[in-house]
């Protein structure tokens, strides 16, 4: 997509050339390399990264992105790697092992927001050898030798993309609480998709639920959804994001938009042996990247000393892990298939005069109900509020 033309990965040779004499087998030298494995560079002119965007941020003994518009919640050391790389097996067990729910047949260009370690990316460019698969990110973290349909960019999806009519599947995963303007990067993304070509979106809700009710207002969670929601608002980069995708995007000017909410427990408290297990790892995830999440932003902005987040998060931790509790949050997938651009556009124009964008870029609210008159009109929106879809037969959700 690149708004910025920097792409970070080193190719291979100069890898080797600075690697030490030491005498012992090079492992990544090329001659070991699997040869469908390659440097993450696309083309000469891409080769070379901004020292820059590896300049990372220290705070509270962790790192951080540099490159960027905005300031990104989470950390990007290793430990927040392996952190991405946990939650990403979540995701795949959720899915039964798919990796989306596009039923995109033979995709060229797919292109992955935010990708972070780029696992998503690699995985993917794996399945389809006949795909070019591009993972952007503000963090250059993703690996050197990934397969050779494989690619990394350093770029930021809040500001301008400049790819039009590009790619067969756009992809993002765990975005919420980082973009002050959602319906721009829809627009941006209805721009960068051919005619027939899928947006799709994972996020899971930051909200924590019990089976069995509302919680007391002193509860860890009721405690966690109030901070988080303060942090968002004074950061402009709002977390809560799934349940409003669908609106966004129509906002934006989509129609066909598909929803699915999925019921992800936390712990293995359900009869149902798949969720069991999906429960089970949840709970590892978010015990153990709940600092992480909320780290930058208590401190930051709402005044929080480390010592207060550590306090704060082993209460979450130990909440996390009531069995009494049956924890639980929704996780949402939001699809759809850009048909007619033309038409799209005609209803973006008829609609631009009431489409004034306010501080945080968001629609106004009075010209946004507007705007979903006027959609609803073209009326084939579907959305499916339950966390067993029934239809279409050819998307692989996991049925419970
Ligand atoms: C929670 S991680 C999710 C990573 C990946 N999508 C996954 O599911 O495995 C969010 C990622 O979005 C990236 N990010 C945040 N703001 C961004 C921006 N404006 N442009 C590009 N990437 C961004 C972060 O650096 C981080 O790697």
Same mark, same amino acid.
């Given at each position: ?40 560079? &696309? ?98 973290? &993703? ?70 009710? $509302? ?47 999925? $019921? ?137």
């Amino acid at each position: 997509m690149s708004h910025s033309t920097e792409h970070f990965a080193t190719p291979v040779a100069e890898v080797d050339a600075a690697a030490p004499d030491d005498g012992l087998v090079d492992e990544t030298a090329p001659d070991e390399v699997d040869s469908a494995y390659g440097p993450s560079v &696309q083309g000469s002119e891409t080769t070379s990264l901004d020292p820059f965007t590896k300049e990372y941020r220290k705070e509270y003994g962790r790192t951080y992105h540099s490159y960027g518009s905005t300031e990104h919640w989470g950390p990007n050391d290793e430990k927040a790697q392996k952190q991405q790389d946990l939650s990403h097996h979540v995701w795949t067990l959720a899915l039964k092992n798919e990796l989306f729910l596009a039923p995109v047949k033979e995709p060229k260009n797919i292109l992955d927001v935010g990708t972070g370690t780029g696992i998503w990316v690699i995985e993917v460019a794996e399945r389809y050898l006949n795909a070019t698969v591009t993972g952007i990110d503000v963090s250059p973290i &993703q690996p050197l030798l990934v397969p050779i349909n494989a690619f990394f960019q350093v770029d930021d999806y809040n500001l301008e993309w400049l790819d039009e009519s590009k790619y067969n599947l756009i992809h993002g995963r765990e975005l919420l609480g980082t973009s002050p303007s959602w319906p721009a990067i829809y627009q941006q993304a209805l721009k960068a998709l051919e005619p027939g070509g899928w947006y799709e979106q994972h996020e899971p809700s930051f909200s924590f639920l019990s089976d069995h009710g $509302q919680l007391p207002a002193n509860h860890p969670f009721a405690k966690w959804e109030s901070l988080m929601t303060d942090a968002g608002e004074k950061t402009g980069l709002n977390f809560d994001v799934g349940n409003k995708i669908k609106s966004r995007m129509q906002a934006a000017g989509f129609v066909n938009v598909t929803e699915y909410r999925m $019921q992800w427990d936390i712990g293995d408290w359900s009869e149902d042996e798949h969720r069991k297990i999906v429960g089970r790892w949840n709970q590892e995830r978010i015990s153990k990247g709940i600092a992480d999440f909320c780290s930058r932003r208590l401190i930051n902005h709402l005044s929080f000393t480390a010592q207060e987040v550590e306090i704060f998060c082993a209460h979450m931790r130990s909440a996390l892990h009531d069995k009494e509790l049956h924890p639980y949050h929704w996780c949402w997938f939001l699809l759809l298939i850009l048909l007619n651009r033309q038409r799209i556009e005609r209803t973006q124009a008829e609609g631009s005069p009431d489409m004034q964008l306010n501080t945080l870029g968001m629609l106004t609210r009075h010209k946004s109900v507007l705007l979903r008159t006027r959609i609803r009109k073209a009326g084939n929106s579907k959305v499916i509020h339950n966390e067993v879809p029934q239809q279409p037969a050819r998307l692989p959700i996991p049925q419970w």
